[in-house]
């Protein structure tokens, strides 16, 4: 009878740890999900030649060419995924200054970036996007 109870006893443990494992993998792939959570949608719009070689929010100085953003509120550092509600194309940044400060606009994009992105050649100077996060600051 003791023999019974102890096996039992072992299996429902194992059963219990094992399941505890399982709530871990899942805890573990909810956070890789949320590294890539959606953080916005509205208007994105660029900036370029008059602030070309000044200092960012960030301190770096700014370069019209690269891949960079600037947000009101994510750290610098930030990797985001920008894509274009208007043909779909996307391109990912880095966070490195603060802005935009108009209202319904939740990004400025580099010269480069708004190119990637097909803004340019739109002529319109704004355009629908989704925001998301690819890769948080360390």
Request: net charge positive; aromatic share 4%.
């Amino acid at each position: 009878m003791n023999l019974v109870l102890a096996a039992v006893l072992a299996l429902s443990c194992t059963a219990v740890a094992a399941q505890e494992d399982r709530g871990r993998d899942n805890a573990v792939e909810t956070k890789a999900q949320a590294a890539q959570r959606e953080v916005g949608r509205g208007l994105a719009s660029w900036y370029g030649p008059r602030f070309h070689g000044r200092r960012t929010a960030s301190g770096e100085k700014y370069d019209m060419h690269q891949l960079t953003a600037a947000h009101p509120t994510l750290p610098f550092g930030t990797i985001v995924r920008v894509r274009s509600l208007v043909n779909g194309r996307t391109v990912d940044v880095r966070i490195n200054d603060r802005g935009p400060f108009i209202k319904k606009r939740v990004i400025d994009l580099s010269r480069g970036a708004a190119q990637a992105l097909g803004l340019i050649e739109a002529r319109t100077g704004t355009k629908p996007v989704v925001i998301s996060v690819q890769r948080a600051k360390d």
